[in-house]
Every structure is written in structure tokens, then in C-alpha cells.
């Protein structure tokens, strides 16, 4: 069996043993899409319908290198941001010794100090993260640790708003426009942000927050958590994080739908600048990509600018080159991007649509990368 369709089997298995209702996948290489595919059926409804390539996913933890890392990066590459600027410079109750070094370079390397939530359900307005943000206290002294936090993404985005003069939404759909292979961007000048909205949600080839209308039902469905208010319902192309959803569907740490191809464009981009390729659309140049996969310096973390990195307890198993670099999804989803080999890895599940459990989706996610091999 060679390995694609070895992966194939570990996808169809994982089905069955109902770790996930729905499955898409993309692998490629800096310049195509090698090996694409869907399984399943939107959900385990004996009438549901099946899942294809055009199935859009909640993409949740994806957003925070897909659409926030990438804004930040290009707000880096203009000069608009500084990794090394405090947090303090940007939010009024962001203040005290505990917490007056912390930088956006620690928000991004989960090395904030910063809890993984909040302890109480999510405010209601931007005001109001701010400050229950910014007064919790720290778990950890900043630097010392890592720990994986929702909060430190969700005040990025706020930030980077603030300094690019637009939401997060709309900086992140300007670099989508440069990503479509058939955009009207030629790499100069000053794009026509009027038209950016438009051509994001009439288009699913690309990442985008939210979903126009006619596509929301064809969403794979999600099932909120038990402390979600709006538990008792499915979410169809609705997002599953309860954070994001507060915030109106667009945040820092989770938000963005797309369906594998979309996620393909996107990796494709990236891998292309992290192989040396120096007409990358902005802002994937590669001192910029090398920049921030770049494994953190902080104790014990495998943590990058947003990324995280290859160990051989990683969610992309043991066959990933040491240079790979990647991210996971709560919803089932994973990114995964290996320059050495010229390859990425993009697999989207519903697992949160009565599918298994996280451990369960993370032995999936080991036996689909290692399958592929040398693929």
C-alpha cells in the first residue's frame, strides 16, 4: 500500500470509529496540490449529506497563523508594529510589575504569562476582553514558560487593529486577495480595498472570516461546548469557539472557515517563501517566514512567532523533517508545512459534531502525517 493511500485507510478508519463525521485533506508542494480528498458526511445523520472539497470547516485554532500571525507579519514587514513593543503601550489595564515587560513577541510565542481562557463565560465588547485580559493574573512569570493561550491571540488582533487602522478581518483579507491565483494584484501598488470584502465572501478558494449565506449550509456542522449558551443546537457555519463568537466571529485566535484547497493556497504561499522563493506574495518574504518559525528561546518550548515546531511528540508524527512547522485546530483541523521535503500536510475535521476526543483525534492526525512517509 503506498502511503496515500495508507493515510486514505487511517482517515476512513478514523470515520468509522466516529472520531469525526467529516474529512478533507490537501497535500502539496510549493507550487500544486498533489493528493486531495474528502470522507464522510457532514455529520452522522443517516441522511446527511456527504462531505467534498467544497466543504468549508470551522478552521478554529488555524486563525492564529493562517490570518492573525500573517497580519502581524505584515504589519511588521511595513513598519506599522515591533515585536519587541510592550503590551502595556497598547491597553490601558495592561499595567503592573508582573506584567509591565510582557512584549507582542511573547503574546505570540504563548510566553505572556497569560492562562489558556478566562475563568468566568466571555464578556460581551472588545472594552470589556480588555480588561478582564489585562487584570487576570499572570499563571507563570513572562518568559519563563510557555502556555497555550486564546487570550494572548485575542489581544492581538485587537492591537494589530489599532495599529494597521482596520479590523483584523479586513487586514487579513487584503493579503488573501495577493493569495488568489487569479487576482487582479500585481505585487505594486495600493490594493482596491473596496472590492477586498466582496471577492473574499463570494469565493471560498481562500480562508475567510465567516461564511456568505449560501454557503453557511454547506458548512460542516459543529456542536458547541457544554458551557456555550447557545449549547442545544448545531453550528453550521457558525463559529464553535464561544470567545469569537462574543466578539462577533472575528478574533485572534479563532474565526476563520475554509475548506482544505483554501487552506492549500495558503500553505503553499508560505512554503514557497520558507524554500527561498522571493516572489511569495506579501508579506511571505523568506527572511520574514524564517523570522517567525523560528523556534522560541523559552524553556522548554517548542512554541515559534505564532507556529509551532517539530518534535517527535508532535501532532505530524515522527517523520516530519526537524525544520517542519505547523498548527492544530480544537475544531480537527491541522496545518502542517515541511520546507526540506517541498511538502504540506492540511487535514480538516468536524470532530467537535459528536466525533471522538482530543487524544483520539491527535493519534489520527500522527497516523495520517506518518503514513504519507516520503510521500
Known sequence: MNGEAAARRVIEDAHRARTFPAAAFDVGTSSTSLWTG?????TFEAAAPPATLATPFDLASLTKVIATTSVVMELVRTGKLRLDEPVSAFFADWRGTDR???TVRDLLEHASGLPARLIDQPPGTR???????GRIKLEYAPRASSVYSDLGFILLAFLAADRGGAPLAEQFERITVRLKADATYDGGGDLDVRSVRLQADRDPDVPTFGLAPDLRALAAPTRPMDQDVRRGRLLAGEVHDNYAAALGGDAGHAGLFGTAPAVGVFARAVLKAA???TDAPLPFTPALVTEFTARTTVPGSSRALGWD??????????????EAFGHVGFTGT????DPPRDRYFVLL?????DGGTLEEMRAVRRAFHDALGET
Do not use: K, Q, Y
Not at 127 to 133: G, L, Q
Not at 310 to 322: A, E, I, K, N, Q
Not at 349 to 353: D, I
Open 349 to 353: 475535521t468536524n470532530r467537535v459534531c
Open 100 to 102: 509591565d515587560g510582557v
Open 275 to 277: 524554500r527561498g522563493a
Open 38 to 42: 474528502a470522507i464522510g458526511t457532514l
Open 309 to 322: 515546531t517539530m518534535l517527535p511528540t508532535s501532532s505530524c508524527g515522527t517523520r516530519l523533517s526537524p
Open 127 to 133: 472594552r470589556e476582553f480588555e480588561h478582564e485580559i
Open 334 to 337: 491541522s496545518l502542517w508545512i
